[in-house]
């Protein structure tokens, strides 16, 4: 039996779609499962598509020298993707692009700002692999520690992180959806 032809690369403008439509559809499926409803009207034609490809494709176009934005492909077909931004944590738990840097500067981070696989290809080992590829961006970088912010009670989320040797960080932040309020736990890891 053959093996699928899967691996990581950067992400280019022609991914724009394939992420907006996995970021869209992902998205909808946390939000509805915290909430345990659909999406408001308002909130879900926010929520298409063709808005996350838009921004993807502006983001592609002109990328920020601090950020890093990676596709996992399988046999040609863009099945997931992770996206990260340099940073320097404050001390107060916040944190600044690295050009920003100010005096109390705590070790520079790679924020993990969106990390997505589509549902027929999870847990095939795409993660991992998008993972890894952060993390050697990361320490190519001189970064020491990654980090992402992970919505309450996504078990899957935690279990993978978890798994990959990140650690709840002691963090928390609120997210107004709607007419929903959603927490968010920021999770790191201390690169080697």
């Keep these: 039996m053959d093996q699928p032809h899967v691996f990581v690369r950067p992400a280019t403008t022609l991914d724009a779609g394939a992420l907006g439509t996995i970021q869209a559809k992902n998205m909808r499926t946390s939000i509805e499962a915290f909430t345990g409803e659909s999406l408001d009207e308002s909130v879900a034609a926010l929520v298409t598509a063709a808005s996350f490809a838009s921004a993807w494709k502006s983001t592609l176009a002109e990328p920020v020298e601090s950020g890093v934005i990676l596709s996992a492909v399988s046999e040609g077909v863009v099945v997931g993707f992770a996206a990260g931004l340099i940073v320097e944590s404050q001390p107060n738990g ?63 989320r935690v279990r993978f992180f978890r798994s990959a040797g990140l650690g709840p960080a002691g963090l928390r ?10 927490t968010e736990h920021r999770w790191y890891a201390k690169l080697v």
């Design 94 to 156: 916040t944190d600044v692009p690295k050009e920003n840097g100010s005096e109390g500067v705590r070790p520079t981070t790679l924020e993990i700002t969106a990390f997505e696989i589509s549902g027929p290809y999870s847990r095939k080992g795409h993660g991992s692999r998008l993972l890894a590829a952060i993390a050697d961006h990361a320490r190519e970088h001189g970064v020491s520690e990654i980090a992402t912010w992970i919505l309450a009670d996504d078990d899957a």
């Design 173 to 182: 932040r609120s997210l107004e959806v709607g007419r929903h309020e959603l």
